[in-house]
């Protein structure tokens, strides 16, 4: 039943991603609400997968790497669910169901589904860490998505060869602040992540701590930046794609870390 759930989720976000490939490709793409649709129905399924893990395992489902993707790939639909209809970027969708999508097929693909991990009196403040942690990583990467946009759109202002893609992305400055607004969204929860984890005195890994203080520092210097305008709309974008892809590559051997002692 799990994986069943998890397999009609991830065709949800096939069908949105093979959506606006076969609209683009016709030239008469328009986001709306067919891809928000089948977005949202991808991560009903994903929400009724990691409540049923949950129970089983008695914890937030975060146990195992397998978990850890399928909760990163929710948390990163939940943040374009909240911010895409807030800032009107409803072509985010787009961008954001082939990262989905491919977060999915890894952790359905790869062998590293351990099964249900029971584990019993966790403190509150450990899981808060954790589930903190990867929505804050929702938000990089949905910062990420946005400056994968601006760029898209950079290119093909300067081009001057516009298209239907071009005519419906949102205003490049939106776009720009968007990016900085989610990288300060996702900066706060892992801070708070950060001060839940000192509550809960939880032996840390020194390598796994050093690891995330620095993606923590990247982040924040990122954001400071953004602020006194010290940083070029472009280069921020840049940024944004190649620190939470770094970030995004590390992930496993944090999550490695964190369940040893």
């Known amino acids: ?19 606006t490939l076969y609209a683009l490709g016709a030239g008469r793409f328009r986001p709306g609400r067919f891809n928000f649709a089948a977005i949202l129905m991808g991560f009903a399924f994903q929400s009724a997968f990691l409540y049923l893990r949950g ?18 790939s929710w948390s990163l639909v939940l943040t374009y669910l909240i911010v895409g209809p807030a800032f009107r970027l409803s072509l985010l969708g787009a961008f954001t169901a082939p990262i ?3 977060v999915m097929l890894i952790a ?19 899981e808060a860490h954790a589930a903190l942690s990867i929505i804050a990583y929702g938000a990089f990467g949905l910062s990420s ?29 939106d776009l720009a602040a968007a990016i900085g607004h989610l990288m300060g969204f996702g900066l706060v929860l892992l801070t708070i992540s950060f001060a839940a984890g000192f509550f809960s005195q939880m032996p840390v890994n020194s390598v796994k701590f050093w690891a995330s203080a620095a993606i923590w520092v990247v982040y924040c210097a990122m954001v400071l930046m953004h602020r006194v305008h010290s940083l070029a709309p472009r280069k921020l974008a840049e940024l944004s794609i190649g620190v939470f892809a770094i970030a995004l590559i590390t992930l496993p051997g944090i999550q490695y870390l964190s369940s040893r002692p």
Do not use: H
């Not at 239907?164 to 490049?172: G, V």
């Open 55 to 72: 129970k089983a395992e008695g914890s937030c489902p975060l146990n195992s790497l397998f978990d850890v993707l399928i909760f990163q």
């Open 100 to 102: 989905a999508l491919m």
């Open 145 to 173: 998505v946005a400056g994968v946009m601006y760029l898209v759109q950079e290119r093909q202002l300067k081009s001057r060869k516009a298209s239907s893609l071009l005519y419906n992305l949102p205003p490049i400055n």
């Open 108 to 126: 359905l693909i790869a062998p590293i589904d351990q099964g249900v991990v029971r584990r019993f009196e966790i403190s509150p403040w450990v």
């Open 1 to 19: 039943m799990d994986r069943l759930l998890l397999i009609a989720a991830t065709l949800c976000f096939l069908t949105s991603f093979g959506y």
